[in-house]
T-cell receptor, first 113, second 115 residues
Framework: DAKTTQPPSMDCAEGRAANLPCNHS???????VYWYRQIHSQGPQYIIH???NNETNEMASLIITEDRKSSTLILPHATLRDTAVYYC??????????????FGQGTILTVHP | GAVVSQHPSRVICKSGTSVKIECRSL??????MFWYRQFPKQSLMLMAT?????????EQGVEKDKFLINHASLTLSTLTVTSAHPEDSSFYIC???????????FGQGTRLTVV
């Protein structure tokens, strides 16, 4: 699976959009970009994933650049409960169970009142 | 749907004793489950893959005789930390994924403290 690079920490004001970047310059054509988050002392939670098209769900939006070498997770209206570590993970589709993931250090997002 | 539950959420044990942690898939069957360990201020590290009806496979550096994994049914995997020592104190997390989903589902984690 391709390696990802994320900033170690970011801050965001409550109610504003949080834009979390991720670089994955060695991504292969059959690798998806996944985002998970881990709130303190809890198990990780799936947020969203995509291959090359932008994706949106009830939690967030995922913007993937045309060359697929980077992506941005957007939380449109951040709340205090969005304070967490956000992990960007690249992995192939299929093959090993999707429960198996390689985690980097992630980005600590702190949402301020 | 797709709920993974761990028990207990928190456990304190004495050095030298063994501790069992359960991971259950509540609304789906999981032939494969995964166990992770997370030390304070660090990321999750995969420890082992739990395979229903067969032996677990362990990541490099993880002692299979110390971390016993049993996956006797399609909804339950257990991790037993044997002869626990203070350095085994950590946050243990399991994951699984239903066959028709492309994302992972995680348990709430188990905080183990060995005193």
């Amino acid at each position: 699976d391709a390696k990802t690079t994320q900033p170690p920490s970011m801050d965001c004001a409550e109610g504003r959009a949080a834009n979390l970047p991720c670089n994955h310059s060695t991504i292969s054509g059959n690798e998806y970009v996944y985002w998970y988050r881990q709130i303190h002392s809890q198990g990780p939670q799936y947020i969203i994933h995509g291959l090359k098209n932008n994706e949106t769900n009830e939690m967030a939006s995922l913007i993937i650049t045309e060359d697929r070498k980077s992506s941005t997770l957007i939380l449109p209206h951040a709340t205090l409960r969005d304070t967490a570590v956000y992990y960007c993970i690249v992995r192939i589709a299929g093959g090993t169970s999707y429960g198996k993931l390689t985690f980097g250090q992630g980005t600590i997002l702190t949402v301020h009142p | 749907g797709a709920v993974v539950s761990q028990h207990p959420s928190r456990v304190i044990c004495k050095s030298g004793t063994s501790v069992k942690i359960e991971c259950r898939s509540l609304d789906f069957q999981a032939t494969t489950m995964f166990w992770y360990r997370q030390f304070p201020k660090q990321s999750l590290m995969l420890m082992a893959t739990s395979n229903e009806g067969s032996k677990a496979t362990y990541e490099q550096g993880v002692e299979k005789d110390k971390f016993l994994i049993n996956h006797a049914s399609l909804t339950l995997s257990t991790l037993t930390v044997t002869s626990a020592h203070p350095e085994d104190s950590s946050f243990y997390i399991c994951s699984a994924s239903p066959g028709d989903r492309t994302e992972a589902f995680f348990g709430q984690g188990t905080r183990l403290t060995v005193v």
